[in-house]
């Protein structure tokens, strides 16, 4: 496989026609070798438009997908990012091309251990990788970014109050068939903004609260 070349049909042909036209995304997305971050028995399908099975239950977002969520989130070179959820460390290597430092946690150490390992392929990324749980007491920290990766069936407060004030955080809201892509911004200390992008169907983030169900 010419990666080069499919890596720049990736783009083209699913990443700009997502209405993805940040001139700094696009080049993020071309730099990165997407294909040294998909499990190795998946590497055919590193330039598909469609999710990727990383163990765990969870996938690797499709790449529109990814493109979108860095776009909406409009990083500029002196943000300090947090990702919820690492996975292979892609999109991490995204946003740290973008942003000033990124702070990358996930659940499973075999993610971190897996994205830390495969950001060596991106020697100008700079990640630093947690293993924990995003619901535990611990404070997160604050900072201007805040990207969850994993879907929340109910909206939690945690992820805006990391946020500096000027920040945007991007969650995906809801249950399936149908769930929200939100991007939110703090703008003071009290008040936040909530803009709905999209819909689309992720997998939840492990320990998110689940949304109650009717019972008849």
């Given at each position: 496989m010419d990666t080069l070349a499919a890596r720049q049909q990736m783009v083209d042909q699913q990443i700009r026609t997502w209405e993805v036209l940040d001139p700094r995304v696009l080049d993020a997305l071309s730099a990165v070798p997407r294909e040294a971050f998909v499990p190795a028995e998946y590497r055919e399908l590193a330039f598909a438009d469609a999710p990727i099975p990383i163990g765990f239950g969870?996938?690797?977002?499709?790449?529109?997908?990814?493109?979108?969520?860095?776009?909406?989130?409009?990083?500029?070179?002196?943000?300090?990012?947090?990702?919820?959820?690492?996975?292979?460390?892609?999109?991490?290597?995204?946003?740290?091309?973008?942003?000033?430092?990124?702070?990358?946690?996930?659940?499973?150490?075999?993610?971190?251990?897996?994205?830390?390992?495969?950001?060596?392929?991106?020697?100008?990324?700079?990640?630093q990788f947690e293993t924990r749980d995003a619901f535990s007491a611990a404070p997160l920290g604050e900072y201007d970014v805040v990207a969850v990766t994993g879907s929340l069936p109910v909206y939690d407060t945690r992820f805006e109050l990391c946020l500096r004030v000027g920040g945007r955080l991007f969650a995906i809201v809801g249950a399936a068939p149908v769930m929200d892509a939100i991007l939110v911004r703090r703008v003071d200390s009290n008040e936040w903004i909530r803009e709905s992008l999209f819909e689309t169907v992720i997998e939840p983030l492990i320990n998110a609260t689940a949304s109650q169900k009717f019972v008849f």
């Open positions: 969870q996938t690797m977002l499709a790449p529109k997908l990814q493109g979108r969520i860095l776009q909406a989130l409009g990083l500029n070179p002196s943000d300090s990012v947090l990702e919820v959820g690492s996975g292979t460390g892609y999109l991490s290597a995204c946003l740290s091309l973008l942003g000033a430092s990124t702070h990358s946690i996930d659940i499973h150490a075999a993610f971190t251990g897996t994205a830390t390992a495969n950001l060596r392929s991106v020697p100008q990324a700079r990640v």
